[in-house]
């Protein structure tokens, strides 16, 4: 086709992410391999607050200077600015999405593309369930991407099975029960596996709810975007593909836009996506340190852990007798403010052989050689980030699909050991050292092989070019 020929328009797509660090951060990616692509205005629909915070902690605006066709755009999330988004107070930011975000967002498409042109295609974050009732009004074509794991969305897919089964709410409290209906997944999942809001004991509960709705909206799109890739993540997709027909996986996402970045001779990415600022003191601090032999411990942007959990991880690390790069995030502790005294106490350990920081540049972090282990609440794209870098995971998952991605880690691509419901320090100590000597040796021989078929996933030709050449085309296909 030549786009160039009248009365050809250029596509003009909306990128729609929820307002938080890991969705934010893949679709960034998604965003520049669309500019990449040449011919697709893209603009990407930041809230304030968090693009605000981008622009005070990262150089995200001059990257995309160098794309004429895109540009930020913002929109309120209907909370103060003192707000703190946290995952304590999710439900505040979820009630301003769906009464302030979704009404503005509904008069953003009604007014067409502002000074640009009118905007022909939307991409959402499958939690924002109303952009597609918006979408549809308007009539404009809605494409959703799930920044959660396919595994962890599967397991949505199926709650409502979970509970004509009678498999949830639990009845009893043996968390090792097996799950008989999760199509694919008998044999391996327990109760303790599956995402963290089935353990409710309240079908009316809000958090089930939305993934229930998100499952009835999901497959009423145009399709849906993966970040992940077809070897690793076969079996689930064809059980994804019998809801969603039109699935484009074009993971890892991460690593997909280096490589494309690469063969366009564009300079490798020179700043953050984070809505914290890096402190890249540490990266000074690995160099010191010999190979392989730190643990990189993180539990992503929205997890918090009590007081007493972090002194047993304090003690397990210290223990262990491993150095240690700790990421500890504000407000990432619940009572933060003891925190001075335990930090006193074990501040001899912690200056001998770790090094702590408030957010860490992750994925510089998880491909230095002296990294040989990541403790992780196995969000998603920690996890993508690990299995391309070859750094096997102790996993402690927290809440959403966390639950599933550990299971999966330790069952089904053995890349690591999942530890869900432990915090005991005898038992972090003794995971730690298992990581980083034997088991370390292990995992890394299927992370190998996994990062491999990532990399010819990403290479002319394969599975995840081809998903994105056809995501580009369809964008293209979009007519107002
Ligand atoms: N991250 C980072 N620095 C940190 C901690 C996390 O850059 O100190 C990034 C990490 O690379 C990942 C994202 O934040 O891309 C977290 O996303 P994930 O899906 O792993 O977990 P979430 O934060 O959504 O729970």
Same mark, same amino acid.
């Given at each position: 086709?030549?786009?160039?020929?009248?009365?050809?328009?250029?596509?003009?797509?909306?990128?729609?992410?929820?307002?938080?660090?890991? =969705?934010?951060?893949?679709?960034?990616?998604?965003?520049?391999?669309?500019?990449?692509?040449?011919?697709?205005?893209?603009t990407?629909?930041?809230?304030?607050?968090?693009? +605000?915070?981008?622009?005070? !902690?990262?150089?995200?605006?001059?990257?995309f200077?160098? !794309?004429?066709q895109?540009?930020?755009?913002?929109?309120?999330? *209907?909370?103060s600015?003192?707000?703190?988004?946290?995952?304590?107070?999710?439900?505040?930011?979820?009630?301003?999405?769906?009464?302030?975000? %979704?009404?503005?967002?509904?008069?953003?498409? %009604?007014?067409?593309?502002?000074?640009?042109?009118?905007?022909?295609?939307?991409?959402?974050?499958?939690?924002?369930?109303?952009?597609?009732?918006?979408?549809?009004?308007?009539?404009?074509?809605?494409?959703?991407?799930?920044?959660?794991?396919?595994?962890?969305l599967?397991?949505?897919?199926?709650?409502?099975?979970?509970?004509?089964?009678?498999? $949830?709410?639990? &009845?009893?409290?043996?968390?090792?029960?097996?799950? &008989?209906?999760?199509?694919?997944?008998?044999?391996?999942?327990?109760r +303790?596996?599956?995402?963290?809001?089935?353990?409710?004991?309240?079908?009316?509960?809000?958090?089930?709810?939305?993934?229930?709705?998100?499952?009835?909206?999901?497959?009423?799109?145009?399709?849906?975007?993966? %970040?992940?890739?077809?070897?690793?993540?076969?079996?689930?997709?064809?059980?994804?593909?019998?809801?969603? =027909?039109?699935?484009?996986?074009?993971g890892?996402?991460?690593?997909?836009?280096?490589?494309?970045?690469?063969?366009?001779?564009? =300079?490798?990415?020179?700043?953050?996506?984070?809505?914290?600022?890096?402190?890249?003191?540490?990266?000074?601090?690995?160099d010191? &340190?010999?190979?392989?032999?730190?643990? !990189?411990?993180?539990?992503?942007?929205?997890?918090?852990? @009590?007081?007493?959990?972090?002194?047993?991880?304090?003690?397990?690390?210290?223990?262990?007798?491993?150095?240690?790069?700790?990421v500890?995030?504000?407000?990432?502790?619940?009572?933060e403010? @003891?925190?001075?005294?335990?930090?006193?106490?074990?501040?001899?350990?912690?200056?001998?052989?770790?090094?702590?920081? @408030?957010?860490?540049?992750?994925?510089?972090?998880?491909?230095?050689?002296?990294?040989?282990?990541?403790?992780?609440?196995?969000?998603?794209?920690?996890?993508?980030?690990?299995?391309?870098?070859?750094?096997?995971?102790?996993?402690?998952?927290?809440?959403?699909?966390?639950?599933?991605?550990?299971?999966?880690? @330790?069952?089904?691509?053995?890349? *690591?050991?999942?530890?869900?419901?432990?915090?005991?320090?005898?038992?972090?100590?003794?995971m730690?050292?298992?990581?980083?000597?034997?088991?370390?040796?292990?995992?890394?021989?299927?992370?190998?092989?996994?990062?491999?078929?990532a990399r010819?996933?990403?290479?002319?030709?394969?599975?995840?070019?081809?998903n994105l050449?056809?995501? $580009?085309?369809?964008?293209?296909?979009?007519?107002?």
């Open positions: 086709m030549d786009h160039q020929t009248p009365p050809y328009s250029p596509p003009h797509v909306l990128i729609f992410p929820l307002p938080l660090q890991g =969705p934010i951060k893949c679709m960034l990616k998604l965003a520049e391999l669309l500019c990449l692509a040449g011919d697709i205005d893209v990407f629909l930041n809230t304030h607050h968090n693009h +605000r915070r981008l622009l005070r !902690y990262t150089a995200l605006d001059s990257r200077s160098a !794309y004429p895109f540009r930020f755009q913002t929109i309120s999330d *209907g909370l600015d003192d707000h703190p988004r946290s995952v304590d107070r999710l439900g505040d930011l979820l009630n301003g999405l769906w009464t302030v975000t %979704n009404p503005n967002f509904k008069e953003m498409l %009604n007014s067409g593309g502002g000074d640009r042109r009118p905007v022909t295609g939307v991409i959402a974050d499958g939690a924002l369930t109303f952009a597609l009732d918006v979408a549809e009004e308007v009539g404009i074509p809605l494409i959703y991407f799930e920044t959660i794991s396919p595994c962890g599967w397991t949505y897919f199926c709650v409502h099975k979970l509970i004509e089964a009678g498999e $949830i709410p639990f &009845q009893g409290d043996d968390l090792d029960a097996p799950i &008989q209906s999760v199509p694919g997944m008998e044999g391996f999942l327990r +303790r596996d599956l995402p963290s809001f089935c353990r409710t004991t309240d079908l009316n509960d809000p958090v089930i709810q939305l993934a229930m709705r998100e499952c009835r909206q999901v497959p009423r799109s145009r399709g849906l975007i993966l %970040n992940t890739f077809e070897d690793l993540d076969g079996p689930v997709l064809s059980h994804l593909r019998s809801l969603c =027909p039109n699935l484009y996986p074009v890892p996402l991460h690593t997909h836009l280096k490589t494309r970045l690469g063969t366009q001779s564009i =300079p490798p990415l020179a700043s953050s996506d984070s809505l914290w600022q890096e402190d890249k003191s540490c990266m000074a601090w690995l010191a &340190q010999p190979s392989r032999s730190v643990i !990189y411990v993180s539990i992503g942007s929205l997890a918090m852990m @009590s007081m007493e959990q972090l002194v047993e991880f304090w003690h397990g690390l210290v223990n262990s007798g491993v150095r240690f790069l700790w500890r995030r504000p407000n990432s502790i619940v009572g403010d @003891s925190v001075g005294q335990i930090q006193e106490e074990l501040s001899e350990a912690t200056k001998e052989r770790g090094c702590l920081v @408030s957010w860490a540049p992750q994925e510089e972090v998880l491909a230095h050689p002296a990294i040989g282990g990541f403790l992780t609440h196995s969000g998603w794209n920690s996890t993508l980030e690990s299995l391309m870098e070859g750094v096997p995971m102790v996993c402690w998952p927290y809440f959403v699909d966390q639950h599933v991605n550990s299971r999966f880690v @330790s069952e089904v691509w053995k890349i *690591g050991i999942d530890i869900k419901d432990t915090c005991e320090r005898g038992v972090i100590e003794k730690i050292k298992d990581l980083m000597n034997a088991k370390g040796d292990e995992f890394r021989q299927s992370m190998d092989r996994l990062s491999k078929l010819e996933s990403i290479d002319v030709g394969g599975s995840s070019v081809c050449n056809r995501l $580009i085309e369809d964008i293209r296909s979009m007519k107002v």
